[in-house]
């Protein structure tokens, strides 16, 4: 088999926060043993509530939060060991925000252009053909090119956000929460621009979001976060149709449903709130919140085990979950 | 004038700075210091303003020997220190023997140094000074080094007579005790000093105050306020108040003015080559209308200098005239010189209104006609000591101390003085050399003055600085105030113990 | 609350001992000696003398020995002696304390007194005549030049009103701090009208001032229990920086009056080159800064529970 | 302050315009030469036709003085702030660009340099340089940079998290690039009122400093020194420091309208940040 | 009694700026009966916080009402006087805003700022409206309230300062709650609880729910009659049920075709969203006509120049198109 895109192993970000002066040092796991891997051409969905680790997941894969521990491999190669530069042109990012993540001071031509020279091509020509053929790409005119950011409309730079993060033709664009900013009627175009770039381009994507929705059209495989770890992985079907994770079950059963779709019922809801992943629970974190929850769980931490081919899940019930 | 009445407060102003240096008196020479000085303490000798004269203060007569060398003092016998004791010869001994305290460097010293013996107490090699003599507690012997008064040594308020077993107790600068008329009350750093009458004054009757307020205020601008609001009783005057009291008609009746003993000039340095030449230095004269810059700028706060020697010196001439404004004259002397084309010149200057920036600015035109460029170089105050000393100058606008003791301070272009001594432009001609040895050696008072005159008269021809002015100094004082003293070594510097106010003094 | 202090204190530490070698080192290079600036208008010195004093002073010893020395004098409170008293810098300090304390507190009563309200009452109806008043005023107030203001308010209230002594400490009483206090307090309290009335405006706009409006709150309390001490909140920080650094820029004031305080010392050793003196009064003008900021943060965790319990 | 519109920028751009404009165009609309014109015959006379603005001590016309007043009290103001805005940015920005120990000592002379009242740092440099423009555009230039420092550091560290540095470092930009490209364009407009600003408040320096005896070196004047020197002469020849006040209230006036003004524009969110 | 609870007719809202003066909400018209739940629904900045303000008499400037009627249980309330909106807010009608970190008091403690609700009502004084306040928390499920009740805002998770939020809200039972997108910045599964609470005290309590969210899919859960607003104006309103099944405005079918829904492919297999071209007009840059009309996929030239007119629809319904169909 071929060596996957990216490969995390047992991949962990912790913050120490705090002063030593002021109630002492702490440590927040934000990531904590994440291993994961991303085929090329596949979308992995990535779900999970705010504070799970999502984002700082997707730092640590661009090397803008150094990990605690861990590997990290591109292309089957030690992160550590290929050039900053080489890491640009293969994996890249679309940032939750369309408002702050263009230079207000930058035209939509420079954003695009000086990445370009930055990675050595200096012929104009060049560089103005790669441009434009950007921005008819991701669907904006020609001419909004010496345009600054503030002329367009979030849908608009959200289209410039992909334009530069595939600018440099990466192979993995992790996407972070790419519409959940934007207008509700603007979010269909940016999911079918995005699904059509892929496919056109070949990429890989990291699709992270907490709307269930989005992650169950676009992905192919889907990871469930609770806490900085992985509570369960699988295809997309395995993880809608047949979650055995309560949490998973729990988040699907918080989504509103107007059809009355009867798949998780309500005693699948999950009580209470996220503990802080300062002081995580023990054992299982979500057992606080678990309608499963029984004595081992709060002190056995569950692994990821195989509920089925490709199909894992960190319950100690995975097995055993009522329908 | 009526009989002065008793009681009352004075409000004096030490306007040189925003406090005082020190109220232990061998410690600071600062004239700001000496104003509360002259209430607390008293020196062997006093300097009479009626008369320009030193006059014996602590003792009643001294006799010299024929060789001028050896001087006998009777000491008063009514002099009490303000802890209630009397003073005796031996307090004088003690006194000048702490200012000669090698270690501590007292500024007094270069006084009590006339005094044989005291050097080798100030290297260390001796304890006592040989050259004092106490043959009882109230006659007292004096052998001196040079033949001169020592009353131009022994009034300076640095050679205060202290009595030592006050200044040995550790808190001596803050409760100072002395011998003057009025007793240590209170000191507000930065703010006053109080005084109270002090009862057991040898002088009969006096003082008349019950209380003194000497009040610091720095700022000119204020000082005017305040005097205007009738809230002190004396203020010293700018040239700029000077004319604004002169013309106010009530203001106008409490101006006391007097020449003070300070030459204003400005030392050519001959190291600079075209000083060195005598004709420029006098083109130099000629080419500042002095009299003009004295008039508008200096609004009359001044007296046209002739040459070094002040007014109240004997020894100044008064057959002799001013340079006059000839810049016809001082073009010509220039191209006598050599310096046809005029050359340019770094004048170095403080900022002081009176001997300072302000006349620099107004002199700079006038140079510029005979062709000279000046060019300022503005140097703080306290910079500009270091800077003469060390003649790191072609030209200094300053104010020198020029009396009351004229050889002394004739002495500072003998040749052979130093230029870190006094000799700053380091002036060297034989005729004044011999003038000036020939007046040492005499112990004929007229004969002294007499050479001293011719003295001054050579510098007058030499012309090593332009002579300015000499200080006209202003005193601003309130109708209830009387007795005051034209002071010519510094206006501030009252014997308050003549000072009396009236009624209408608004302060309690 | 302890750690917080314990906190405070430590960060206070070497911000000190900065201050200290800075201080230090800037005035070891000060041209003329303190000596040279004890001759005045012709008194001169005897250069033989200038050189004992040098020795004396220990003016000759190699820096690094100088500032070692001075620094374990300071740290067992000794600031040295005086060049020009020859006295303890403490005892010459010591005195400058309580009128620089008492001139820097006047100050900040009139500039919080009068600028807060003026800023609370702007902010309430912004637009209005008070607002344009008293913002103009502000602005104004901050583009006064400090001597002249005081010299203006010197002419008008003691030589032509005749209401106040113009000058001087008096016996310490009410009268003659009036006039300084306000010259001082002017600029901060036209810096603190500014800052309330923006403090108020935020606070007003906040959401939380929204949800106390549909409870039903009357204007009157929504104001006064929800609005004031949030603006508080933010007010404090400039009232203490303001605070802090009054007693440096009190010089002027106090060479102006003829104020005993600690500004007047400075600008005066300054000028005779008394560096021990003038080190002395830096140090206590940083100290002042470095205590009213503590005290501020004090204030803070007494005021605003976020940081009280984070 | 929030005058009616954007009047108070509309004020303060004038006065400060006028204020430039005659020091640009000194040598031009000079009545007199400011410093050799002296001549004591014309001393002190008061305003009118002849001299609009009066004569100082030395016969030298005021308002001659003024114009080139402009200049060095100008070149005080905006040099100072330049070099203010030098160390301040330089500092604030890589600190909290790179933070670690970088940052921790930054902070630490912020701190320290807020702690020491700028007018007393800047006495105390002064005395050790002694009076001159040069001291004195050093002495101001050197001791009130905390508040960009500080401005600059903040804005930094939260630009630091914003997409687009973070998609610059990520696309491949070498850090003195983002600061240059990313970071700076976007800091600079709190940067600039705050510089504006403080060049009011080194106008305002320069005239204590002056009153204290530290000021500006001859021949040509400073308003701040010109005021100074003129204060005893407030009753007898009150224009020869209603000039120069005027000059500095208004010049100064002008550039805190102008700054908050530009605050209004540039800075929208902070009201309360700088004091 | 009879009528609606609530009864806005023809609201307009003027947004005045130094350009001009725009109307932020025009022809709004919806009545909501007693205990029932309503839904507004609609895009950032089409002008449902400032319809709910306006209920509130909460309008600040640039805000002003400019026309139209709010009826509260028969009565005008629209020019009430400030004493009486004083009386009629947080009693009768009570609101729970959308970012419950700010709005809160950061320096009060929570149950202060419960309890102020007796005092200024009920007239209760501090000690027994803090006890009142205790059990308030403990309605809306806070674990331990006697701790909470002291603690301040910054101490308690979002979803926690929501319930305190509801807690202000409900304390005095009014008639009316509106909930101005109460759970937006909460995560999923906190926001599936505090619906419950929420519809759960409201039922309990027959309190009136002004239910404001983008989300259609929450509301419709919740609400039994919702309304879609877009660009200031209602455009249309149905039961829950219709409004999905049959949506009639080609703005509504937009919103409902164009999101994917969870268990959409499982269904039917990976579709193409259906897109809505265009952008949200901004308040400055209305089109003339219908508002929708640049965007629609069904547009024709009356859309162009004639603002539509309501047109009723079964059981309540209306909807504002002119090829409604
Ligand atoms: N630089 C940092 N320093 C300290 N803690 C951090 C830092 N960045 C993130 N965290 C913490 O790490 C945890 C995970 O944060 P992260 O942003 O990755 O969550 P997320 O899943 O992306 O959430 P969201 O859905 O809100 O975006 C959070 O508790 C967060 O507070
Ligand atoms: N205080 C205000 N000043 C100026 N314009 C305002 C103000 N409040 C609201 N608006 C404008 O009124 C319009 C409607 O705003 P409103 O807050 O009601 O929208 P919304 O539907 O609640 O949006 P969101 O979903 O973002 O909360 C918007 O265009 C907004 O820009
Ligand atoms: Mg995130
Ligand atoms: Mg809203």
Known sequence: ?323 | ?508 | ?310 | MKLKGGSSLWIGGVLVGIAVAAAIAAPIIQLTDPVLDANLMNAEIPPGADFPFGTDAQGRDIYSRIVHGARISLTVGIVSQICNSLIGVTLGLTAGYWGGWWDDLVSGLTNLMLAIPSLVFALAIMAILGPGLFSLVIALGLTSWSYSCRIARAQVLSLKSQGYVQAARILGYGDLRIMFTQVLPNILGPLIVIATLGMGGAILSEAALSFLGLGIRPPYPSWGSMLSEARDQITTAPWLSVFPGLAIFLTVLGLNLLGDGLRDILDPQSTTRRA | ?325
């Not at chain 1, 994440?34 to 999970?48: F, I, Q, R, S």
């Not at chain 2, 050097?119 to 040989?130: C, L, N, P, Y």
């Not at chain 3, 009054?246 to 000028?271: H, N, R, T, Y």
Request: net charge neutral; aromatic share 8%.
């Open chain 1, 1 to 323: 088999m071929a060596e996957p895109l990216l490969k995390l192993d047992d991949l962990a970000v912790h913050f120490q926060v705090g002063s030593a002066l002021a109630g002492g040092v702490k440590t927040l796991k934000a990531v904590d043993g994440v291993t994961l891997d991303v085929k090329a051409g596949e979308c992995l969905g990535l779900v999970g509530e705010s504070g799970c680790g999502k984002s700082t997941l997707a730092l640590a894969i661009m090397g803008l939060v150094p990990p605690t521990r861990g590997r990290l491999a591109l292309e089957g190669h030690d992160i550590k060991t290929v050039d900053r530069m080489a890491t640009a042109r293969t994996v890249q990012m679309v940032f939750q925000d369309p408002y702050a993540s263009l230079n207000p001071r930058q035209t939509v031509r420079r954003t695009l252009a000086d990445p370009l020279r930055i990675h050595g091509i200096t012929d104009k020509a060049e560089v103005e053909s790669r441009v434009a053929d950007m921005m008819a790409k991701v669907g904006l005119r020609a001419e909004q090119a010496d345009r600054y950011p503030h002329e367009f409309s979030g849908g608009q730079r959200q289209r410039i956000g992909i334009a530069r993060a595939l600018i440099l033709k990466p192979k993995l664009v992790i996407c972070d929460e790419p519409v959940s900013a934007l207008d509700v009627s603007i979010r269909a175009q940016i999911i079918n621009l995005l699904l059509d770039l892929k496919d056109e381009m070949g990429l890989s994507y990291i699709m992270i979001s907490h709307d269930l929705g989005v992650v169950e059209h676009v992905s192919d495989r889907v990871a469930v976060m609770y806490l900085g770890r992985i509570v369960e992985r699988g295809s997309w079907q395995e993880i809608f149709e047949d979650p055995r994770h309560p949490y998973t079950r729990a988040l699907i059963a918080a989504i509103p449903d107007p059809f009355h779709r009867a798949a998780v019922t309500a005693k699948a809801k999950a009580k209470g709130e996220i503990a802080s992943a300062l002081n995580p629970p023990s054992g299982c974190h979500f057992h606080p919140r678990c309608p499963l929850k029984a004595d081992r769980c709060v002190t056995e931490v569950p692994l990821l085990e195989a509920v089925s081919e490709g199909h894992v899940a960190a319950c100690h019930f995975r097995d055993a979950l009522p329908t």
């Open chain 3, 1 to 310: 609350m302890l750690i917080v202090i314990a906190r405070r204190i430590a960060n206070v530490v070497p911000t000190l001992a900065a201050v200290i070698a800075l201080i230090f080192l800037l005035f070891s290079v000060l041209p003329g000696s303190f000596i040279s600036g004890m001759s005045e208008e012709g008194r001169t010195i005897d250069p033989a003398v200038m050189e004992r004093m040098r020795k004396e002073m220990g003016l000759d010893d190699p820096l690094p020995t100088r500032f070692a020395k001075y620094v374990t004098h300071v740290a067992t409170g000794d600031l040295g002696t005086s060049f020009r008293t020859r006295e303890p810098v403490t005892t010459l300090i010591g005195p400058r304390i309580w009128p620089s304390l008492k001139l820097v507190f006047a100050a900040m009563t009139f500039a919080i007194g009068v600028g807060v309200t003026l800023g609370f009452f702007a902010a309430l109806k912004p637009g209005s005549l008070i607002d344009t008043f008293s913002m103009v005023g502000a602005i104004s107030g901050l583009s006064l030049s400090q001597f002249w203001f005081g010299l203006m308010l010197m002419y008008l209230f003691a030589l032509k009103l005749q209401w106040l002594p113009s000058f001087g400490y008096g016996d310490g009483g009410l009268t003659h701090i009036i006039l300084p206090a306000v010259a001082l307090g002017v600029g901060p309290m036209a810096l603190l009208a500014r800052t309330t009335r923006a403090a108020v405006l935020d606070v007003l706009n906040a959401d939380f001032v929204r949800t106390a409006r549909s409870k039903g709150m009357s204007e009157r309390r929504v104001v006064t229990w929800h609005v004031l001490r949030n603006a508080l909140v933010l007010v404090v920080t400039i009232v203490g920086l303001q605070f802090g650094s009054l007693m440096g820029q009190a010089v002027v004031v106090e060479k102006l009056f003829a104020w005993p305080g600690i500004g007047s010392l400075m600008v005066d050793s300054v000028f005779q080159r008394d560096m021990p003196a003038v080190q002395g009064c830096i140090l206590m003008i940083v100290l002042f800064f470095l205590v009213i900021n503590t005290l501020v943060d004090l204030a803070y965790v007494a005021i605003d529970p976020r940081i009280r319990y984070s």
């Open chain 2, 1 to 508: 004038q009526t009989t002065p009445r008793k009681g009352g407060t004075i409000r004096m102003t030490a306007p040189y700075a925003a406090s005082f240096g020190s109220l232990d008196f061998h410690t600071t020479p600062r004239a700001q210091d000496e104003i509360v000085g002259k209430s607390l303490n008293r020196t062997l000798y006093n300097f009479d303003s009626s008369t320009n004269k030193l006059v014996l203060e602590l003792a009643t007569s001294v006799t010299a020997s024929p060789d001028g060398l050896v001087h006998t003092f009777k000491l008063r016998q009514d002099a009490y220190f303000h802890n209630g004791r009397k003073m005796t010869a031996d307090d004088i001994i003690w006194s000048y023997t702490r200012i000669m305290d090698g270690a501590k460097a007292y500024p007094g010293a270069r006084y009590v140094r006339l005094i044989k013996g005291a050097i080798d107490v100030e290297k260390g090699t001796a304890k006592e000074i040989s050259g004092l003599k106490k043959i009882d507690d109230f006659t007292l012997e004096m052998t001196i080094t040079d033949i001169t008064d020592p009353g131009f040594y022994f009034f300076d308020g640095t050679t205060a007579i202290l009595p030592k077993e006050e200044v040995e107790k550790p808190n001596f600068a803050n409760n100072p005790v002395g011998l003057g008329p009025f007793k240590f009350k209170e000191h507000i750093p930065g703010s006053r000093v109080v005084l109270e009458r002090f009862d057991k004054f040898y002088k009969p009757g006096k003082p008349y105050a019950d209380r003194i307020v000497v009040q610091l205020m720095a700022e000119a601008a204020a000082r005017d306020v305040a005097f205007r609001n009738k809230e002190i009783d004396t203020s010293i005057l700018g040239p700029a108040q000077y004319v604004a009291y002169r013309a106010d008609p009530e203001l106008s009746k409490g101006i006391l003015e007097v020449a003070e003993m300070f030459t204003r000039s400005m030392r050519m340095n001959p190291e600079f080559k075209p000083f060195a030449d005598k004709r420029v230095r006098q083109a130099i004269n000629y080419a500042i209308d002095t009299d003009l810059i004295i008039k508008r700028l200096v609004k009359d706060k001044a007296y046209r200098a002739t040459s070094w020697l002040p007014l109240s010196s004997p020894s100044f001439d008064k057959a002799v005239k001013p340079y006059a404004y000839d810049p016809e004259k001082a073009k010509k002397l220039l191209a006598d010189a050599g310096y046809a084309n005029g050359f340019e010149f770094e004048w170095t200057t403080s900022q002081n209104e009176s001997w300072g920036l302000p006349i620099v600015e107004a002199v700079i035109p006038m140079l510029a006609k005979v062709g000279i460029k000046a060019k300022p170089k503005l140097i703080e105050t306290t910079v500009l000591t270091d800077v003469i000393i060390k003649g790191d100058f072609q030209a200094v606008i300053s104010s020198s101390l020029t009396g009351p003791d004229s050889l002394a301070q004739l002495r500072c272009f003998y040749s052979k003085t130093p230029r870190s001594a006094c000799n700053y432009v380091t002036f060297n001609n034989p005729a004044f050399d011999k003038l000036l040895d020939d007046a040492g050696q005499t112990t004929d008072a007229a004969k002294r003055v007499d050479l001293l005159r011719q003295a001054n008269n050579i510098l007058y021809e030499e012309a090593p600085v332009w002579f300015f002015n000499y200080n006209k100094a202003v005193l601003a004082y309130q109708p209830w105030i009387h007795g005051l003293q034209a002071n010519p070594t510094e206006i501030t510097h009252q014997y308050t113990e003549d000072l009396w106010v009236d009624e209408k003094s608004p302060a309690k």
């Open chain 5, 1 to 325: 009694m009879s009528g609606p609870l609530l009864r806005v007719e023809d609201l307009h809202i003027a947004l005045k700026t130094e350009a001009a003066t725009y109307n932020a909400v025009e022809k709004v018209s919806f009545e909501i009966g007693r205990g029932e739940a309503f839904g507004l629904v609609g895009e950032s900045g089409c002008g449902k916080s400032i319809t709910a303000l306006s209920v509130m008499g909460l309008l600040r400037r640039p805000l002003s009402l400019s026309g139209g009627r709010i009826i509260l249980d028969n009565e005008e309330i629209q020019d009430a006087s400030v004493a009486e909106w004083r009386r009629l807010r947080g009693k009768r009608i009570a609101m729970i805003f959308q970012e419950p970190m700010t709005a809160l008091n950061p320096l009060s403690p929570v149950g202060r700022q419960i309890a102020e609700m007796f005092v200024l009502h009920q007239g209760a004084n501090w000690n027994e409206a803090m006890d009142r306040a205790e059990d308030a928390l403990r309605q809306v499920q806070v674990p331990s309230p006697e701790r909470r009740i002291k603690d301040f805002p910054h101490q308690l998770s979002g979803g926690m300062r929501q319930r305190v939020m509801i807690a202000i809200a409900l304390a005095c039972s009014p008639e009316l709650l509106i909930a101005d997108e109460p759970t937006t910045a909460l995560d999923v599964t906190v926001q599936a609880e505090i619906i419950d609470l929420m519809a759960e005290l409201c039922a309990a309590k027959g309190t009136a729910i002004l239910m404001i969210s983008h989300d259609l899919g929450l509301v419709a859960n919740m609400c039994r009659r919702v309304a879609v607003m877009y660009a200031g104006r209602i455009v249309e309103q149905q039961d829950a049920d219709a409004i999905f099944a049959a949506p009639r405005h080609p703005y509504t079918q937009g919103l409902i075709n164009s999101l994917p829904r969870l268990g959409e492919r499982s269904r039917r297999g990976r579709q193409r969203l259906q897109e809505i071209t265009g952008v949200v007009p901004s308040i400055a840059g209305y089109p003339s006509g219908c508002r929708f009309n640049p965007r629609c996929a069904a547009v024709t030239d009356i859309c162009r120049s004639v603002s539509p007119e309501i047109t009723p629809l079964p059981a309540d319904g209306l909807v504002r198109c002119h090829h409604h169909g």
